[in-house]
């Protein structure tokens, strides 16, 4: 007797299909096919054991296919067609537990087999649906779905999950050093020599890092399509704080990140030569403490005195922000503020237009998925820009302590928000650091 394949034996809820045969000593031979069933999974990936039943069956290799019942076979009609044509060509019988033995060589057998299939398929698209509007209301609801992050725990209400006592120290503080300036290479580097090690994965990493930051339940927010909203359960850190530290990520530039902050000179590469245009940075060595083109050898030469430059920029951002209206300054400029909005707008619109097709049956959930979260991931990125600064009000009370208390990235940043440009005047003739301070210009970022 030719081995015989079959699907689901064990139970209606087993998702995976069994192929059983007699192996030549006479013993009795199985192997499990995981989710072997569909030629494709619902999302569109190919189910291998499927194949390999059909070209056994293709082959002559088995004469009896056993499945639970006739609708778990197929999922689809075009399966479903393809599937009956090869019983067709080789004459093999279905044999089903539910429903007894699957006749499809009559024109009514073939009827009923449709007809199962049409209903199974209806039955499990509305399953789909189901599934997907549970999840949504949950989200609605403010309930947490998906992974808990480090720093929270399950608690007795489900989608509610509470600060880890032990955890959350730890989360407050990778907040607190993500908005002080620190890479996150840096905190994860640290955090492993203290032997605080994450929940899953052997050891932090700036990606790591990088994910506990930004999942939304440690500030008590949950996404919903792309939106950060207050959830039904309190985070580990403020709403406040968790966006703030959103913002300091991506406003942060690359390069700048990954720099150990110590090695950060206030003005190097925001200082510019305002006749040739050249960068300047700042010069490494302390007897030459100055601020010089990055590119050597070019017809740039201008260059100061470091301390000169930093202290007659940081005395005119702390006059700047003692005045009244300073209260804007340290947030997005209106010229920024509009692009963030276009954007947003821009890629929301594609959102929506992916949805459509999707809810049209145009496009399949699955294909858009990679689409829809680049999207999520971007517009989630302008929310932070749009709604945050990284600087407190409690700034502006005393703003020569602030600017004392920031670290250097917090300072850069502040310039860059402040700031159009910053440059720096040619001597007449003379190449040598200079100490005058007179020769640098700003162009406030508010158009004065
Ligand atoms: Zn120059």
């Known amino acids: 007797m030719k081995p015989v394949l079959t699907s689901p034996l064990a139970a209606p809820a087993c998702s995976g299909a069994t192929s059983m045969g007699t192996d030549q000593s006479g013993e009795l031979a199985s192997s499990k096919h995981e ?4 030629e494709r999974d619902r999302h569109g990936r190919p189910r291998p054991a499927y194949q390999r039943l059909l070209l056994d069956l293709a082959a002559g290799r088995v004469d009896a296919v056993v499945a639970w019942a006739p609708e778990r076979l197929h999922r689809s009609p075009r399966e ?4 009956i044509q090869l019983l067709d060509e080789t004459g093999a019988h279905v044999e089903t537990v539910k429903a007894g033995a699957w006749d499809v060589s009559t024109s009514h057998g073939r009827l009923v087999a ?4 049409a209903v199974s398929r209806a039955e499990s698209e509305r399953t789909g649906e189901r599934v997907a509007r549970a999840h949504a209301q949950a989200k609605q609801a403010g309930l947490w779905r998906g992974p808990i992050p480090f720093g929270m725990q399950t608690s007795d209400e489900p989608g509610k999950p509470e600060a880890d006592v032990a955890q959350a120290p730890i989360v407050e503080e990778a907040f607190l050093r993500v908005l002080r300036g620190d890479a996150l290479t840096a905190i994860a580097r640290d955090f492993n020599a203290r032997g605080l090690l994450p929940r899953r994965g052997q050891r932090w990493s700036h990606t790591g ?3 506990l930051i930004g999942s939304p339940a440690l500030g008590g927010m949950v996404n919903i399509g792309g939106e950060f909203v ?3 359960f309190d985070g580990v850190v403020s709403e406040q704080r968790w966006r703030s530290a959103q913002a300091a ?3 942060r530039p690359r390069g700048e990140a990954s720099r150990p902050r110590e090695k950060l000179t206030l003005l190097g590469g925001i200082l510019t030569c305002a006749e040739h245009g050249d960068l300047l940075w700042g010069g490494g060595k302390i007897h030459a403490a100055i601020y010089v083109p990055g590119a050597p050898g070019g017809r740039c030469h201008v260059s100061i005195t470091r301390s000169a430059a930093d202290e007659f920029i940081a005395q005119l951002v702390i006059a700047r922000l003692r005045q009244p209206d300073a209260a804007g300054l340290l947030s997005l400029p209106s010229g920024v503020r509009k692009d963030v909005a276009a954007e947003t707008a821009t890629l929301e619109g594609r959102r929506n237009d992916l949805v459509g097709l999707i809810a049209d049956g145009l496009l399949t959930a699955g294909s858009a998925r990679e689409q829809l979260a680049t999207l999520a991931a971007r517009l989630a990125a302008l929310q932070a820009l749009q709604h945050d600064t990284p600087f407190s009000e409690a700034d502006l009370i005393d703003p020569s302590a602030a600017w004392a208390d920031w670290t250097m990235p917090q300072r850069r940043t502040a310039l860059r928000l402040m700031f159009t440009k910053i440059t720096l005047r040619h001597t007449d003739g003379r190449n040598g650091p200079r100490a005058d301070p007179m020769r640098v210009d ?6 004065t």
């Open 114 to 117: 449709r007809m199962l299939g």
């Open 80 to 83: 479903l067609e393809d599937f």
């Open 209 to 211: 890092i990088s994910r």
């Open 249 to 251: 990520l991506v406003r």
């Open 442 to 447: 700003v162009i406030w970022n508010d158009g």
């Open 230 to 232: 207050p959830a039904a």
């Open 35 to 38: 989710e072997g069933r569909r």
